[in-house]
């Protein structure tokens, strides 16, 4: 769903950057913070940022002929919280462009909002929300993962609609075009996110258990 270098026009890369900024230097101050008061969480926090990078960089073809792929950042939105993802995903995405031509630079904006802001965003809300009602933790983490991935690829198709209108249906009528485009397969890969995601929390419960104290993380839920 990464949004290839060049394709937004320029000042719709611009814009995107000026919004996704001010979160990133947010998330700076957070991070810097983090590593302050809770130095033992520094592995965590790299194996999040970790996490993200090799599941956002499993691309998949779609039928259309674009890709498709996870994006791996529910995970560290669920620990830390969805501040921090907006630092870790600009990273993850700025590698991504430099070493594997998945993204662009000039569409670094663009892509941070959706995948490092965005998502996040919605998968720690729905995390919250559902340990609230009381869900068991399993639950709450596959819904969280799941949803966070489906908001990252509507807001991309939002802002490729955005960008490229339908000449007769205008935005409507280009947000059904690009999400249908992602649709076959996003919805799949969300779902095997969430449940893999669950898979790594179960095991950071069971081997990471002192690291995972230190964030006020327990079966009850992340603090």
């Not at 090799?54 to 779609?62: H, M, R």
Request: net charge neutral; with cysteine.
């Amino acid at each position: 769903m990464h949004i290839a270098e060049g394709f937004l026009p320029p000042l719709h890369a611009a814009a995107w950057a000026a919004i996704s900024l001010p979160f990133v230097v947010v998330s700076t101050w957070r991070v810097n913070r983090l590593m302050r008061d809770q130095p033992q969480t520094k592995l965590l926090l790299a194996a999040s940022g970790a996490y993200a990078f090799v599941l956002s960089a499993l691309k998949l073809p779609s039928v259309t002929g674009s890709c498709s792929h996870p994006t791996g950042t529910g995970l560290g939105a669920i620990l830390f919280g969805p501040s921090v993802m907006a630092l870790l995903g600009t990273i993850v995405l700025l590698f991504q462009a430099l070493l594997l031509a998945h993204g662009g630079l000039t569409t670094l904006g663009a892509n941070v909002f959706s995948m490092a802001i965005a998502g996040p965003w919605v998968a720690y809300a729905v995390f919250r929300g559902a340990r609230w009602v009381n869900a068991p933790l399993a639950v709450a983490v596959f819904l969280a993962a799941t949803l966070g991935d489906w908001a990252t690829y509507l807001v991309t198709a939002g802002q490729l609609a955005l960008a490229f209108p339908d000449p007769v249906s205008g935005f409507a009528g280009a947000m059904v075009k690009f999400a249908s485009v992602f649709a076959l397969t996003q919805i799949p890969l969300a779902i095997i996110e969430g449940l893999l995601t669950v898979i790594v929390i179960n095991l950071l419960n069971q081997y990471s258990r002192d690291e995972l104290d230190e964030l006020a993380f327990a079966p009850g839920g992340a603090k």
